[in-house]
């Protein structure tokens, strides 16, 4: 059974960092396509980033240079580093499994998500 | 950027009846790479359908998506009073990937 868990959520002050953490089971991270996804709260979802499973990363536009996706294939878990925090990026932060079959792409399983508050 | 618009914003409807939900790009998106997925109150999306007709595995066939171009529809069949929840349709034709900004389908 496929499983994420996501962690690493908190307050933090603007100009902070956080790293969240997305474990995963029932599957090896490394092979397959993973993407953040986040949800600000009472607001619709917004794409953060994607990694491949060949390790080329994608970053939106509203947190390139601040964010870096990541994997770790011994722990088989998945993470996004997230510095220079702005009010804005206070949100649910989602990781997703992601299916690109016969070329159709989506994100197939989510994990419950972490929040993250940023304010002073 | 592709813009996703989703009309109406809000759909009130009763068990029973039939739902179309309509998302429309900015700009032509490659059929393989829309999907729509469904939201309720404090849980993670959940994928319906993903290459703008492919349901997702556990999905009911009372749900159904269409559309080309620049068009696309989510349609319920019957409606069912675990559907009622947002709808949103995400689109990968191009980076950075977007949603819509959601359709609320509620209990009449």
């Known amino acids: 059974e496929v499983q994420l868990v996501e962690s690493g959520g908190g307050l933090v002050q603007p100009g902070g960092s956080l790293r969240l953490s997305c474990a995963a089971s029932?599957?090896?991270?490394?092979?397959?396509?993973m993407s953040w996804v986040r949800q600000a709260p009472g607001k619709g979802l917004e794409w953060v980033s994607v990694?491949?499973?060949?390790?080329?990363?994608y970053y939106a536009d509203s947190v390139k240079g601040r964010f870096t996706i990541s994997r770790d294939n011994s722990k088989n878990t998945l993470y996004l580093q997230v510095d220079s925090l702005r009010p804005e990026d206070s949100a649910v932060y989602f990781c997703?499994?992601?299916?690109?079959?016969?070329?159709?792409?989506?994100?197939?399983?989510w994990g419950q998500g972490t929040l993250v508050t940023v304010s002073s | 950027e592709i813009v996703l618009t989703q009309s109406p914003g809000t759909l009130s409807l009763s068990p029973g009846e039939r739902a179309t939900l309509s998302c429309r790009a900015s700009?032509?998106?490659?059929?393989?790479?829309l999907a729509w997925y469904q939201q309720k109150p404090g849980q993670a999306p959940r994928l319906l359908i993903y290459?703008?007709?492919s349901r997702a595995t556990g999905i009911p066939d009372r749900f159904s998506g269409s559309g080309s171009g620049t068009d696309f529809t989510l349609t319920f069949s019957r409606l069912e009073p675990e559907d009622f929840a947002v709808y949103y349709c995400?689109?990968?034709?191009?980076?950075?990937?977007?949603f819509g900004q959601g359709t609320r389908v509620e209990i009449k």
């Open positions: 997703a499994r992601d299916t690109y079959t016969s070329g159709r792409y989506a994100h197939e399983y």
């Open positions: 029932g599957f090896t991270v490394s092979s397959n396509y």
């Open positions: 990694i491949y499973s060949g390790g080329t990363t």
């Open positions: 700009q032509s998106v490659s059929s393989n790479y």
């Open positions: 290459g703008t007709s």
């Open positions: 995400q689109q990968f034709g191009s980076s950075p990937w977007t």
